[in-house]
């Protein structure tokens, strides 16, 4: 789940809008030879302009190193995209790509008008190290920005991040682009919330480059499977010899400690067991090669491996074969060349035949398929190289964090002490398919015994399930509590603290919960921070002091850039199943007394990031109305949500 604000979420009409793409195609002699970078934009620009947005695109192109030059002028890409959109696209020939020139152009934009600004590299260090002037130049250009630039979200660049800063103070917004959503959907959920067996499959040349991608990747998949040139290091560190394949000797401890996790882990390592060899590296690359195969634990001294061999293409494909989702980044082989593709040629044909979500993670995984023609039978191939290898490291990409974050909605079932076991497993089998298109987070807390169970049950779906209560300790003599780190291994993302009951029947205080606070996100825990008032307290007019006070003790010592990842829910204790709902006035003034708080204590964006959410008594006929309220981003829901009924508070009619 992208937890960013999208360009759906932001205002179009007559408004500046400057658009970072990814238009850095390839060009021979002015001509573009590849333009899937274009075309991937278009959903993007259309929307924008469309929706009578002025839309000001930007993008880096090649490496620049010499400074401006027309060789890697963008004007290229203005005739490729008029021609693909069928409408005016004005190029700023403005080697300084912001200035006196450029305002004057956008001055004179009309709603729906597209304009395109020179190279940002051309700006040389002012774009590479995200410098301020250039930032806030180009902020000056905008009322708001959108990044859809996926292959250049690694860099924290000005034309990136640094606008994003200029934008926000002006009170504008910084949204990603569709294509940006659809890159991140796609790798996010195959390598955090796959449909198992996992199957991920590296290649390419270097260890050192997949160093952080392969461990984890180990850790997320079920099968890994490595390839390519850097699986040769792999091999000799298990003592076989490899002739003159290529080798990283500073890396074959590395490969040890590889192969040893993923013995601890119980993954399953498939290296190569034959391969294809030549006496040298073509020169040129196609050139015709006399090729042997050889058992890959009796390569000749004089030989170098090229390309996996036809056993290591039957082991590796019935692993693909048998896999839910398959992610593949880098060539088993020097697949430019026709003798030494097939390796290459296989592992696309196996991911092609299997029925699984397929995802190629860009660069030349992604050339080598579109090369090979398999391109249309893959789920997704990535427009990002570096990034999204970045992306499978595990790495958080400065390009997407730089965007504000939005409170996706979420609906939370409280399930109190509920369902046993196998009615977990049978109830959230039959949910799933329900909720399977809601626009929020769906997400059930249940009881502990439940928890395992829920998460094999929520497997593959949009579901996420969390814990009602957890200890602040992380082990030891603390008989009947649970851990942390136990919520963790067990599955569960989300924990509820300081509900009502806990807090009448069982002692907790806002002290407790501030402690369990701070463990749960210490942990990767989202704590669901419930807090509200008595009939009485609310009959003596005395509420909103009294929600102030247990925030402010809920959140005593936990710092700004962990807020986003809490969430609040005001459950007014007098609604709390007695079917007896707040009015959606009351409910939101206490919601947005809760945001103000906030904003004093953290400050306008990061309260703006904040989910609160509203509890007691919602159910189907209600929680449309609860739900548009403007500080209120979702429900904490109890007995409804223990019936398939479910289905209509999290998408309400
Ligand atoms: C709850 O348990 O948090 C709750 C709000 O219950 P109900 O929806 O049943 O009032």
Not at 61 to 86: D, F, I, M, Q, Y
Request: proline share 4%; aromatic share 6%.
């Amino acid at each position: 789940m992208l937890n960013k604000k999208t360009e759906d979420q932001i205002e179009i009409k007559g408004k500046r809008i400057l658009v970072r793409c990814d238009f850095n195609v390839p060009l021979k002699g002015g001509v573009i030879t590849d333009d899937t970078r274009i075309r991937a934009a278009l959903p993007t620009i259309k929307k924008l302009s469309s929706e009578g947005g002025k839309v000001i695109l930007c993008s880096h192109l090649g490496k620049v190193k010499n400074g401006p030059n027309p060789g890697e002028s963008l004007a290229a890409v203005a005739v490729r995209l008029e021609e693909l959109l069928g409408k005016k696209v004005t190029f700023v020939d403005n080697d300084n790509v912001t200035g006196p020139e450029t305002t004057a152009v956008v001055a004179a934009m009309q709603e729906g008008d597209i304009v395109l600004l020179q190279n940002t590299r051309f700006r040389g260090a002012d774009e590479t190290k995200n410098g301020e002037g250039f930032s806030k130049e180009l902020a000056d250009l905008a009322d708001s920005f959108v990044c859809d630039a996926f292959g250049s979200a690694h860099r924290a660049h000005a034309s990136v991040v640094g606008v994003t800063k200029y934008i926000s103070e002006k009170g504008g917004d910084n949204a990603v682009g569709y294509l940006m959503e659809k890159e991140i959907a796609f790798l996010g959920n195959a390598v955090d919330n796959p449909v198992r067996p996992f199957v991920a499959i590296l290649g390419g040349a270097k260890v050192a480059d997949k160093l952080n991608v392969i461990s984890n990747l180990l850790e997320k998949c079920d099968t890994l499977i490595i390839g390519g040139g850097m699986a040769y290091t792999f091999l000799k560190a298990m003592g076989f010899e490899i002739g003159k394949s290529l080798l990283d000797e500073t890396k074959l401890d590395y490969c040890r400690e590889m192969i040893d996790k993923a013995k601890k882990l119980g993954k399953t390592l498939l290296l190569p067991v034959d391969a294809v060899t030549t006496e040298a590296f073509p020169d040129p690359i196609d050139a015709k090669v006399e090729t042997k195969v050889f058992a890959a634990n009796a390569m000749p001294a004089d030989r170098m491996g090229m390309d996996i061999g036809p056993k290591t293409v039957k082991l590796f494909g019935e692993a693909i074969r048998n896999a839910k989702t398959v992610v593949w980044n880098g060539p088993m082989g020097v697949f430019e060349n026709p003798q030494l593709a097939e390796g290459t040629k296989a592992i696309a044909q196996a991911m092609a035949e299997a029925d699984a979500v397929t995802v190629i993670g860009g660069g030349d995984s992604a050339a080598a398929v579109n090369q090979l023609g398999y391109a249309d039978k893959m789920s997704h191939i990535s427009t990002g190289g570096g990034a999204s290898l970045e992306f499978l490291e595990g790495k958080e990409l400065p390009g997407v964090m730089a965007a504000d974050d939005s409170r996706r909605r979420l609906v939370a079932g409280n399930w109190k002490m509920n369902k046993t076991p196998s009615e977990t497993k049978a109830f959230i089998a039959e949910i799933a398919p329900l909720v399977a298109d809601a626009d929020c987070d769906v997400v059930f807390c249940v009881p502990a015994v439940d928890i395992i169970p829920a998460v094999e049950a929520a497997k593959g779906t949009n579901i996420g399930i969390g814990a009602e209560n957890m200890y602040f300790e992380e082990k030891g003599a603390f008989t009947g509590e649970i851990a942390p780190n136990m919520l963790v291994d067990a599955g569960a993302k989300y924990v509820v603290l300081g509900h009502s009951e806990r807090r009448e029947y069982f002692g907790e205080t806002d002290e407790g919960v501030n402690k369990k606070a701070i463990k749960a996100i210490e942990h990767g825990l989202i704590p669901i921070i419930c807090c509200g008032e008595s009939l009485t307290q609310r009959e003596q007019g005395i509420t909103l002091d009294w929600i102030r006070k247990q925030i402010r003790i809920a959140y005593y010592n936990i710092p700004a850039a962990d807020v986003p990842k809490t969430v609040i829910a005001y459950e007014p204790i007098w609604a709390i199943g007695t079917g007896k709902v707040a009015t959606t006035e009351q409910a939101q003034e206490v919601c947005g007394a809760i945001r103000k708080l906030m904003i004093e204590l953290y400050g306008n964006s990061v309260a703006q990031s904040l989910r609160i959410l509203y509890g007691g008594s919602v159910a189907p006929a209600n929680a449309k109305e609860l739900f548009a309220q403007p500080d209120i981003d979702g429900g904490l829901v109890g007995g409804a949500s223990l019936k398939l009924d479910f289905e209509k508070v999290v998408k309400p009619e």
